[in-house]
């Protein structure tokens, strides 16, 4: 081997090593975070406000969203974020699920907000060859239910509603 070869073979190699050494880095350890950028708070999201604290709000969304099958994919009470998604999301030739995003806010004296969007997956194609189609959904009556749903969920540890006062005849 003459000098020039020696040292291209050397730099190849050096160079085949760093990217192994980058790789391996990136295959460590460390827990794959979500995308958090999906919870901007757009226009899709539906809101509606309680009369309750952001703590009961979170829990009873969470509980709300577990019920109906939902594998929960992030529960931050620090930020208020939950997401999850349902059904076959990927594999099949065309795959139906649904996923949805919440935002649990603070509003104005002790109240919260419930900010929500469902969207629809549909997953299309081969293990090799696929492409998911996603479909904000926005039917409001869904939404209402939904909200209902929350307001009326029963938790185990949570707090007695305060009753309205009585009618007057």
């Known amino acids: 081997m003459d ?17 192994a050494a ?9 827990a794959i975070q979500p995308d958090r950028s ?17 703590e009961e709000a979170f829990d009873r969304t969470a509980k709300v969203f ?12 620090a930020t208020g974020e939950i997401s999850g998604q349902r059904g076959r999301v990927g594999g099949a030739s065309t795959d139906k699920g649904l996923k949805f995003y919440a935002l649990i806010l603070p509003a104005s004296q002790g109240r919260s907000q419930v900010a929500v969007k ?12 696929s492409t998911q189609t996603e479909l904000i959904q926005s039917d409001g009556q ?23 006062p009585a009618a007057k005849p």
């Open 3 to 19: 000098r020039r070869s020696l040292s291209g073979w050397c730099l190849g190699s050096a160079a085949i090593h760093a990217a």
């Open 22 to 30: 980058g790789l391996s880095g990136c295959m460590g350890g460390g």
């Open 38 to 54: 999906v919870f901007g708070l757009d226009g899709n999201y539906q809101r509606f406000e309680y009369a309750m604290d952001i």
């Open 66 to 77: 577990q019920e109906a099958g939902y594998r929960l994919d992030v529960a931050d009470r």
């Open 118 to 129: 469902v969207v629809q997956v549909i997953g299309r194609g081969s293990v090799i060859n």
């Open 142 to 164: 869904m939404y209402q239910y939904l909200f209902r749903r929350i307001a009326n969920v029963t938790l185990h540890d949570a707090r007695p509603t305060p009753e309205l």
